[in-house]
Each structure stands twice: as structure tokens, then as C-alpha cells.
């Protein structure tokens, strides 16, 4: 079993407007992780993630590429100490 691990991001590019929070949270919710995503007042998008460390790994990966019709520039991670979160991903507004 991997360790978990907890990471915050912020994803810089075209990633407002473009159902980014939506896949984000799909995509979140398919690997079994805990944690949030939301805009920023800049035009980022920002969150936390909480889960295995192969399944943080597999989000990283897909936060660089991103939903279909945003275009992701760069990746901010940093990670976190492990909480214990039990799985549920959320938009906040």
C-alpha cells in the first residue's frame, strides 16, 4: 500500500471558464482522493489533495494536462503533512 500524501497546487494557464474545477474534481473523485479545488481571483485554479501516494502521482499528472479545453501553463506542488482525510473531493465557490 502507498503512503499517503497531501498536496496544495496552482494551476496557471487557461483553466477559468473551461469545466477545468469540474474534470479536476471528476478526476479527483475517480482516484478515491480527499480535498478541494477552486478559481482564484487571478485566473488560477488552486486546491488540496489528500490520498495514496500512486494516486496523487496519477493526479499531478493529469493537472499538467489538464480537461479538454484548458491549457495549462505551469504546475505549482507543494506538498503537505498527511491528515487523514477519508475520500471526498469538492468544488468551493
Known sequence: MSTARRITFV???????VAFRAHCCSEAERLQLSGFVRNRPDGAVEGEAEGGGAQIAAFCTWLHRGSQWSKVVCVEV???AATGAPPGFGVLR
Open 11 to 17: 494551476v496557471t494557464g487557461r483553466v477559468q471558464g
Open 78 to 80: 507543494e506538498e503537505l
